[in-house]
C-alpha cells in the first residue's frame, strides 16, 4: 500500500445504461464536440450527455433513422450523425434538430453501404463506401462520384493531393495514388489480412484482421517514398477509434490498446469483459467506452484508487474500515472481513449465531482485531461472542468503540459505555449516561467523548464518571451525530448537517448546512488541519485555519466522479497519508494531501421558448410587445459530473440568483433585458464563462418616452384645467348657496310677514274690540278672547315650525318623524281616530334642506289638521318614504270624504302651493262615506 496510489491509471469511474438515461444500453459511437457535450450513438437514438443529464434525439428531432452508426464532428465543430443506410445529417444548434443532406440519385446510391469518412487538407469530410464517395464542406455536398476514393494526402510542400483507390488483383488491395488524376504509385496489402483503411493526419493506416496495424507516413514525392510503422497487439483487432491525441484500438477480446497519434507510442492497456464497440478519449484524457449490451462505461486517471471494488468482488457494501501497520481491515454487511497485507488479499467471515452480523466496527491492536456488531464481538476473526448486561438483563449491542490504551478498549452498547480487556476479553460496564451510544472520539489516554441520545459527554475513566457539555439550545432538537477530535478541537456534527467547535468544553465556532456540507453526516476524521466528513453523497473535506480566534474555512467535495467507489460513505480511516474509504462499492484510497480542479463549466442553451413558441437559439432576440415570458432549458457541460447548479443576473451582473433545476422562467419588460448566465460547481467554484443573452422587446407607443412624456404634458394641462374648472364650480356653488339661503331667508321673512304678520295684525285688532267690549257686552269681549287665544297658539305652532326648519340637530327630538309624531299625538290624541304613522329612517339623515323640511312638515300637519276636524273618520295612516329620488308623502283615512270640486278655504291651497314649491306633484282624491288620500310626489334634495 505505498506508491501505487499515487501513479495515475485509468480507472473505472461509473457506468452509464438506460436507467441513468440512455436510449438504449447497445452503443456505436462516442465523440466530444466543441462545446464539451459528449455524444452517444446507438439503436435507439443519439444522446448528448452534459455530464449531468442526457438529452434523447430520434426522428422526432429530424434523424432520419434511430440507427445511428456514427457520430462525426467535423473541423468546424458541426456534429454529424451516419445512420444505417440513410443520408448523413447535421446537427443544428440553432434549432436544436438534426438535418440531413440534399438528397440525389448518386448520394442515395452511395448511402447504401456508407460506413466510412475521412477528413480532407481542405476541411471537407469525404463520405465514402463501396459505391462512390461525395465530400462534405459549409454543409453541403461536393464533388459526387461513384468511383471509390478515401480521400486526400498531402505531398511535400506544393500541396498536392492523392487519391487512394482500391482494387482487387491477386488477392491483394492495390491502393493506387493519383497525381493530377494520372497513376503516380501503388501500395499492395494482401486482401486476406485487411480490415480496413482510414487515412488521418496525411496518414495511411490499415488495420490488419489478425493482430496487426501498418501505419504509412512522410510522403515524398522524387522518387516517391513513404516511411512504414509496425503496431503489433496480442489479440484479434475488431475496430478503431480516433480521438484528438489518440488512436482506440478494440480488440475482439474486448480490451483496449491506447496509443498516442503523434508518435504512434503505446498509453496504456484497458482489459474488460464486455464486447465493446467505442473507446473514445475526451479533451481531458477521460476514456469512454460504448459496449454492446451493457451501455456506456467512464474511466478517469484519478489518484483516488480502489483497493477492492464490486468489479473484483460481489463480497462489498462495507460498513467499516482501519488500518494498523501495513494491514488494511474493511468489513461488510456479510460478516465478512476484508484484509490486505502488502499485494496479499484475503477474506474472512466470521461466525454468528445470527444472520445479520454487521461489522459496524474494526478495531485493531498491537495483538488483535476487534470486529464489534449488534450480534456481539470478535476477536481476531474467529467465532462471534455474546455479551450479558447483567443490569439490564439481557444481550448487548456493540454500536462503537475506542482503543483507549494498549491494554483497554472502551466500547459503546445500547446501554451506555462498558470495558474490555484486550488480553483476557473480560468486560466491565461503566458508570455513563444511560442509553445508546452512537459515535466515540479519544481524547487522551484516560479520556473519550461520545454521543448519545442525550448529547454530547466527556468520560473520564480514571473517575469512572461522565460530564455533559453544555451545547447551545438550538442542538437541542438538532441533536448531535458523530464527533472529531484534534488539538483541542472538538468537532460535531448534527442529523441536520451543521457542525459545532468545541474548545476547553466550550462551544466557540458553528457551521451551518448552507455553507456547503452533506446533511446526512456518517462519520469524520481529522488530519493535519483537515476535517473529512464522509456522507451519503460522497467525502467533504473541510480545510481550516484559526486567526484571531476566527474560524476559516473551505470546503471541497469528492464523489464518484473523482474515482471513489461510491457516494455513500460508511467510515473513514488514515494511515501513511492516506486516507481509506468504506463504501457501499468497495474500498477508496485517497492521497491526503489531494488536490483539487477548478472546473470551468460552460452554460449552454438547451432550448427557448418565447410565449410558448419554440425559438431558434441565438445570443439576441427582437421580440413584439406581448412576447415576455421566457423559458429556457439549459445544461451545464462538465462531463465528469462536476456542476452544482446555475445562477442568473437580469441586467444587474452585481446581483446574482441562484437557479435549483435547469429550467429558468422569466417573465421580461419592454425594453431591453440582458440576461446573464454562469454555472457553479460541486466545490462552489464560479465559472468565468458567462452567457449573455439579450432580449429587445418593443416597446407599444404609449409606453415610449415621447408619448408619456406628451401624455405627462397633457395631463398636467387637464389637470390644471380640471382645477381651474373646480375652482370655478366651487365658486359657482359659493355663490349659489348664498342666492340659496337668500332665497331661504326671503321665504323666512314672506312667511314671517304673510302668516305671522297677519296674524299679529289680526291679534291687534282683535284686542282692541276685546278692550271695547269688555265693560259693555262681556259675553261678547270673552268670545274675542277666546279667539285671541287660540290665535296666538295657532302663532306659536308656526314660530316653532319655522324655527325647527332652520335649526336640524342631530338628537333623536329634532328629526323630522319625531316631529310629525309629535303633533300628530297633540292633534288627534284627543280624538276617536286610531292613526298610524310610517315614516322612513333615512329621510331623516337625509333631508338637510330646512325648506324641504318646513314644507313637508307643514304640508302633513295641515292634512292631518283637516282629518281632525272634518273626516269624521276612525282611521287615519301618514306615510313618507323614498323612492328613486322621491319622496312620497300619503295621508290617508275612511273619513266621510268630500267633493274636492266644492272645496272652500285655505287648507288645501296651502297644501298644494307647499308641494309646487318642491317641484313635486299634488294629488287628492276622495269618495262620500268611504274616505279621502292625499298624495305627494317630491324630488329628493339632501
Same mark, same amino acid.
Given at each position: 500500500?505505498?506508491?501505487?496510489?499515487?501513479?495515475?491509471?485509468?480507472?473505472?469511474?461509473?457506468?452509464?445504461?438506460?436507467?441513468?438515461?440512455?436510449?438504449?444500453?447497445?452503443?456505436?459511437?462516442?465523440?466530444?464536440?466543441?462545446?464539451?457535450?459528449?455524444?452517444?450513438?446507438?439503436?435507439?437514438?443519439?444522446?448528448?450527455?452534459?455530464?449531468?443529464?442526457?438529452?434523447?434525439?430520434?426522428?422526432?428531432?429530424?434523424?432520419?433513422?434511430?440507427?445511428?452508426?456514427?457520430?462525426?464532428?467535423?473541423?468546424?465543430?458541426?456534429?454529424?450523425?451516419?445512420?444505417?443506410?440513410?443520408?448523413?445529417?447535421?446537427?443544428?444548434?440553432?434549432?436544436?434538430?438534426?438535418?440531413?443532406?440534399?438528397?440525389?440519385?448518386?448520394?442515395?446510391?452511395?448511402?447504401?453501404?456508407?460506413?466510412?469518412?475521412?477528413?480532407?487538407?481542405?476541411?471537407?469530410?469525404?463520405?465514402?463506401?463501396?459505391?462512390?464517395?461525395?465530400?462534405?464542406?459549409?454543409?453541403?455536398?461536393?464533388?459526387?462520384?461513384?468511383?471509390?476514393?478515401?480521400?486526400?494526402?498531402?505531398?511535400?510542400?506544393?500541396?498536392?493531393?492523392?487519391?487512394?483507390?482500391?482494387?482487387?488483383?491477386?488477392?491483394?488491395?492495390?491502393?493506387?495514388?493519383?497525381?493530377?488524376?494520372?497513376?503516380?504509385?501503388?501500395?499492395?496489402?494482401?486482401?486476406?489480412?485487411?480490415?480496413?483503411?482510414?487515412?488521418?493526419?496525411?496518414?495511411?493506416?490499415?488495420?490488419?484482421?489478425?493482430?496487426?496495424?501498418?501505419?504509412?507516413?512522410?510522403?515524398?514525392?522524387?522518387?516517391?517514398?513513404?516511411?512504414?510503422?509496425?503496431?503489433?497487439?496480442?489479440?484479434?483487432?475488431?475496430?478503431?477509434?480516433?480521438?484528438?491525441?489518440?488512436?482506440?484500438?478494440?480488440?475482439?477480446?474486448?480490451?483496449?490498446?491506447?496509443?498516442?497519434?503523434?508518435?504512434?507510442?503505446?498509453?496504456?492497456?484497458?482489459?474488460?469483459?464486455?464486447?465493446?464497440?467505442?473507446?473514445?478519449?475526451?479533451?481531458?484524457?477521460?476514456?469512454?467506452?460504448?459496449?454492446?449490451?451493457?451501455?456506456?462505461?467512464?474511466?478517469?486517471?484519478?489518484?483516488?484508487?480502489?483497493?477492492?471494488?464490486?468489479?473484483?468482488?460481489?463480497?462489498?457494501?462495507?460498513?467499516?474500515?482501519?488500518?494498523?501497520?501495513?494491514?488494511?481491515?474493511?468489513?461488510?454487511?456479510?460478516?465478512?472481513?476484508?484484509?490486505?497485507?502488502?499485494?496479499?488479499?484475503?477474506?474472512?467471515?466470521?461466525?454468528?449465531?445470527?444472520?445479520?452480523?454487521?461489522?459496524?466496527?474494526?478495531?485493531?491492536?498491537?495483538?488483535?482485531?476487534?470486529?464489534?456488531?449488534?450480534?456481539?464481538?470478535?476477536?481476531?476473526?474467529?467465532?462471534?461472542?455474546?455479551?450479558?448486561?447483567?443490569?439490564?438483563?439481557?444481550?448487548?449491542?456493540?454500536?462503537?468503540?475506542?482503543?483507549?490504551?494498549?491494554?483497554?478498549?472502551?466500547?459503546?452498547?445500547?446501554?451506555?459505555?462498558?470495558?474490555?480487556?484486550?488480553?483476557?476479553?473480560?468486560?466491565?460496564?461503566?458508570?455513563?449516561?444511560?442509553?445508546?451510544?452512537?459515535?466515540?472520539?479519544?481524547?487522551?489516554?484516560?479520556?473519550?467523548?461520545?454521543?448519545?441520545?442525550?448529547?454530547?459527554?466527556?468520560?473520564?475513566?480514571?473517575?469512572?464518571?461522565?460530564?455533559?457539555?453544555?451545547?447551545?439550545?438550538?442542538?437541542?432538537?438538532? *441533536?448531535?451525530?458523530?464527533?472529531?477530535?484534534?488539538?483541542?478541537?472538538?468537532?460535531?456534527?448534527?442529523?441536520?448537517?451543521?457542525?459545532?467547535?468545541?474548545?476547553?468544553? *466550550?462551544?466557540?465556532?458553528?457551521?451551518?448546512?448552507?455553507?456547503?456540507?452533506?446533511?446526512?453526516?456518517?462519520?469524520?476524521?481529522?488530519?493535519?488541519?483537515?476535517?473529512?466528513?464522509?456522507?451519503?453523497?460522497?467525502?467533504?473535506?473541510?480545510?481550516?485555519?484559526?486567526?484571531?480566534?476566527?474560524?476559516?474555512?473551505?470546503?471541497?467535495?469528492?464523489?464518484?466522479?473523482?474515482?471513489?467507489?461510491?457516494?455513500?460513505?460508511?467510515?473513514?480511516?488514515?494511515?501513511?497519508?492516506?486516507?481509506?474509504?468504506?463504501?457501499?462499492?468497495?474500498?477508496?484510497?485517497?492521497?491526503?494531501?489531494?488536490?483539487?480542479?477548478?472546473?470551468?463549466?460552460?452554460?449552454?442553451?438547451?432550448?427557448?421558448?418565447?410565449?410558448?413558441?419554440?425559438?431558434?437559439?441565438?445570443?439576441?432576440?427582437?421580440?413584439?410587445?406581448?412576447?415576455?415570458?421566457?423559458?429556457?432549458?439549459?445544461?451545464?457541460?462538465?462531463?465528469?459530473?462536476?456542476?452544482?447548479?446555475?445562477?442568473?443576473?437580469?441586467?444587474?451582473?452585481?446581483?446574482?440568483?441562484?437557479?435549483?433545476?435547469?429550467?429558468?422562467?422569466?417573465?421580461?419588460?419592454?425594453?431591453?433585458?440582458?440576461?446573464?448566465?454562469?454555472? *457553479?460547481?460541486?466545490?462552489?467554484?464560479?465559472?468565468?464563462?458567462?452567457?449573455?443573452? *439579450?432580449?429587445?422587446?418593443?416597446?407599444?407607443?404609449?409606453?415610449?418616452?415621447?408619448?408619456?412624456?406628451?401624455?405627462?404634458?397633457?395631463?398636467?394641462?387637464?389637470?390644471?384645467?380640471?382645477?381651474?374648472?373646480?375652482?370655478?364650480?366651487?365658486?359657482?356653488?359659493?355663490?349659489?348657496?348664498?342666492?340659496?339661503?337668500?332665497?331661504?331667508?326671503?321665504?323666512?321673512?314672506?312667511?314671517?310677514?304673510?302668516?305671522?304678520?297677519?296674524?299679529?295684525?289680526?291679534?291687534?285688532?282683535?284686542?282692541?274690540?276685546?278692550?271695547?267690549?269688555?265693560?259693555?257686552?262681556?259675553?261678547?269681549?270673552?268670545?274675542?278672547?277666546?279667539?285671541?287665544?287660540?290665535?296666538?297658539?295657532?302663532?306659536?305652532?308656526?314660530?316653532?315650525?319655522?324655527?325647527?326648519?332652520?335649526?336640524?340637530?342631530?338628537?333623536?327630538?329634532?328629526?323630522?318623524?319625531?316631529?310629525?309624531?309629535?303633533?300628530?299625538?297633540?292633534?288627534?290624541?284627543?280624538?276617536?281616530?286610531?292613526?298610524?304613522?310610517?315614516?322612513?329612517?333615512?329621510?331623516?339623515?337625509?333631508?338637510?334642506?330646512?325648506?324641504?323640511?318646513?314644507?313637508?312638515?307643514?304640508?302633513?300637519?295641515?292634512?292631518?289638521?283637516?282629518?281632525?276636524?272634518?273626516?269624521?273618520?276612525?282611521?287615519?295612516?301618514?306615510?313618507?318614504?323614498?323612492?328613486?329620488?322621491?319622496?312620497?308623502?300619503?295621508?290617508?283615512?275612511?273619513?266621510?270624504?268630500?267633493?274636492?270640486?266644492?272645496?272652500?278655504?285655505?287648507?288645501?291651497?296651502?297644501?298644494?302651493?307647499?308641494?309646487?314649491?318642491?317641484?313635486?306633484?299634488?294629488?287628492?282624491?276622495?269618495?262620500?262615506?268611504?274616505?279621502?288620500?292625499?298624495?305627494?310626489?317630491?324630488?329628493?334634495?339632501?
Amino acid at each position: 500500500m505505498g506508491n501505487f496510489l499515487y501513479a495515475q491509471e485509468y480507472q473505472l469511474a461509473n457506468q452509464f445504461s438506460t436507467k441513468e438515461g440512455l436510449p438504449s444500453n447497445h452503443i456505436y459511437d462516442i465523440i466530444e464536440d466543441n462545446s464539451g457535450f459528449l455524444w452517444i450513438t446507438s439503436d435507439n437514438g443519439i444522446a448528448r450527455f452534459d455530464g449531468k443529464n442526457f438529452y434523447l434525439y430520434t426522428v422526432k428531432n429530424g434523424l432520419p433513422s434511430n440507427d445511428v452508426l456514427q457520430i462525426i464532428k467535423d473541423n468546424n465543430g458541426t456534429i454529424w450523425a451516419n445512420c444505417y443506410k440513410e443520408l448523413p445529417s447535421y446537427f443544428d444548434t440553432s434549432t436544436n434538430t438534426f438535418v440531413a443532406i440534399q438528397s440525389s440519385d448518386k448520394i442515395n446510391t452511395i448511402c447504401n453501404a456508407l460506413l466510412n469518412y475521412s477528413y480532407l487538407p481542405n476541411g471537407a469530410i469525404r463520405f465514402f463506401s463501396d459505391y462512390g464517395f461525395f465530400d462534405i464542406k459549409n454543409r453541403k455536398a461536393q464533388k459526387i462520384s461513384l468511383s471509390y476514393s478515401k480521400g486526400y494526402l498531402e505531398l511535400n510542400k506544393n500541396q498536392l493531393s492523392i487519391s487512394v483507390k482500391d482494387n482487387l488483383k491477386n488477392n491483394c488491395i492495390v491502393s493506387t495514388f493519383l497525381l493530377n488524376d494520372k497513376v503516380y504509385d501503388s501500395l499492395l496489402i494482401p486482401s486476406a489480412k485487411s480490415l480496413t483503411q482510414f487515412i488521418h493526419s496525411n496518414r495511411i493506416y490499415n488495420l490488419c484482421r489478425s493482430n496487426a496495424i501498418y501505419v504509412y507516413s512522410n510522403f515524398k514525392q522524387q522518387p516517391f517514398s513513404f516511411h512504414t510503422d509496425f503496431i503489433k497487439i496480442q489479440d484479434d483487432i475488431k475496430w478503431y477509434k480516433i480521438s484528438d491525441q489518440y488512436l482506440s484500438i478494440i480488440s475482439k477480446s474486448g480490451s483496449i490498446y491506447i496509443y498516442n497519434l503523434k508518435n504512434l507510442q503505446f498509453k496504456t492497456q484497458i482489459k474488460l469483459n464486455y464486447q465493446v464497440n467505442s473507446a473514445y478519449i475526451d479533451k481531458k484524457n477521460r476514456l469512454w467506452i460504448g459496449t454492446l449490451d451493457n451501455g456506456v462505461l467512464y474511466y478517469n486517471l484519478s489518484k483516488i484508487k480502489s483497493i477492492v471494488s464490486t468489479k473484483e468482488s460481489n463480497k462489498t457494501n462495507f460498513l467499516s474500515v482501519a488500518v494498523n501497520n501495513e494491514s488494511l481491515f474493511a468489513g461488510n454487511y456479510n460478516a465478512e472481513i476484508f484484509t490486505k497485507k502488502g499485494n496479499s488479499i484475503s477474506w474472512s467471515a466470521i461466525q454468528a449465531n445470527e444472520n445479520d452480523f454487521w461489522v459496524r466496527k474494526l478495531i485493531p491492536t498491537n495483538t488483535k482485531l476487534f470486529a464489534l456488531s449488534d450480534a456481539g464481538y470478535c476477536a481476531d476473526l474467529k467465532r462471534c461472542k455474546v455479551v450479558y448486561d447483567p443490569k439490564y438483563k439481557g444481550v448487548t449491542s456493540f454500536k462503537t468503540g475506542v482503543k483507549l490504551n494498549d491494554s483497554i478498549l472502551l466500547l459503546g452498547t445500547l446501554n451506555g459505555l462498558c470495558k474490555l480487556t484486550i488480553q483476557s476479553e473480560k468486560f466491565q460496564f461503566l458508570h455513563s449516561s444511560k442509553g445508546r451510544i452512537l459515535n466515540m472520539i479519544k481524547k487522551s489516554d484516560h479520556e473519550v467523548y461520545y454521543v448519545a441520545a442525550q448529547g454530547v459527554f466527556l468520560y473520564n475513566y480514571h473517575s469512572n464518571n461522565y460530564q455533559s457539555i453544555a451545547l447551545p439550545n438550538d442542538y437541542k432538537r438538532n *441533536k448531535p451525530s458523530t464527533l472529531a477530535f484534534y488539538n483541542q478541537l472538538l468537532w460535531v456534527a448534527t442529523v441536520k448537517g451543521d457542525l459545532l467547535v468545541i474548545k476547553d468544553n *466550550k462551544p466557540i465556532y458553528s457551521i451551518t448546512n448552507d455553507k456547503g456540507l452533506p446533511e446526512n453526516i456518517s462519520c469524520m476524521l481529522i488530519h493535519n488541519n483537515t476535517l473529512w466528513i464522509a456522507s451519503k453523497s460522497g467525502i467533504y473535506i473541510l480545510n481550516y485555519t484559526f486567526k484571531s480566534n476566527k474560524l476559516q474555512f473551505t470546503i471541497h467535495k469528492l464523489s464518484k466522479s473523482d474515482g471513489l467507489n461510491s457516494d455513500v460513505i460508511q467510515d473513514l480511516a488514515f494511515h501513511k497519508d492516506t486516507i481509506y474509504a468504506a463504501t457501499t462499492n468497495g474500498i477508496s484510497a485517497i492521497p491526503s494531501g489531494i488536490q483539487f480542479e477548478r472546473y470551468e463549466i460552460n452554460p449552454t442553451v438547451v432550448s427557448l421558448t418565447v410565449n410558448n413558441k419554440k425559438m431558434q437559439i441565438r445570443n439576441q432576440y427582437s421580440l413584439q410587445k406581448d412576447d415576455k415570458n421566457i423559458i429556457i432549458e439549459l445544461a451545464g457541460v462538465e462531463l465528469s459530473g462536476h456542476f452544482k447548479n446555475f445562477q442568473y443576473s437580469l441586467n444587474d451582473k452585481n446581483n446574482w440568483v441562484d437557479l435549483h433545476g435547469a429550467t429558468l422562467n422569466l417573465s421580461l419588460k419592454g425594453g431591453e433585458n440582458n440576461l446573464y448566465i454562469r454555472a *457553479k460547481d460541486v466545490n462552489n467554484n464560479i465559472s468565468r464563462t458567462i452567457k449573455h443573452l *439579450k432580449f429587445d422587446i418593443s416597446i407599444p407607443f404609449y409606453n415610449s418616452i415621447w408619448f408619456l412624456g406628451l401624455l405627462v404634458f397633457a395631463l398636467t394641462g387637464i389637470v390644471f384645467w380640471i382645477y381651474n374648472q373646480r375652482k370655478l364650480n366651487h365658486q359657482k356653488i359659493v355663490f349659489q348657496q348664498k342666492m340659496a339661503l337668500e332665497q331661504q331667508r326671503s321665504k323666512i321673512i314672506a312667511d314671517l310677514h304673510d302668516d305671522i304678520g297677519a296674524t299679529l295684525s289680526s291679534l291687534q285688532i282683535n284686542s282692541a274690540v276685546a278692550h271695547q267690549l269688555v265693560e259693555k257686552k262681556p259675553s261678547e269681549a270673552l268670545k274675542v278672547l277666546e279667539k285671541i287665544e287660540s290665535q296666538s297658539k295657532n302663532l306659536a305652532d308656526k314660530i316653532g315650525d319655522i324655527i325647527w326648519s332652520m335649526k336640524p340637530g342631530k338628537d333623536e327630538f329634532m328629526v323630522m318623524s319625531t316631529r310629525i309624531k309629535n303633533f300628530a299625538n297633540d292633534i288627534l290624541g284627543a280624538t276617536n281616530i286610531n292613526y298610524q304613522i310610517d315614516i322612513d329612517k333615512r329621510l331623516d339623515k337625509e333631508i338637510t334642506n330646512f325648506s324641504t323640511r318646513k314644507n313637508i312638515v307643514l304640508f302633513v300637519k295641515e292634512a292631518i289638521n283637516n282629518a281632525a276636524k272634518y273626516s269624521q273618520a276612525s282611521k287615519l295612516t301618514v306615510s313618507l318614504y323614498l323612492v328613486k329620488q322621491k319622496i312620497h308623502v300619503s295621508i290617508e283615512d275612511n273619513g266621510i270624504g268630500f267633493n274636492p270640486n266644492n272645496v272652500s278655504g285655505n287648507g288645501i291651497t296651502n297644501m298644494k302651493r307647499r308641494i309646487e314649491e318642491l317641484q313635486g306633484t299634488f294629488e287628492i282624491s276622495s269618495q262620500i262615506n268611504v274616505g279621502t288620500k292625499i298624495e305627494a310626489k317630491i324630488p329628493f334634495i339632501p
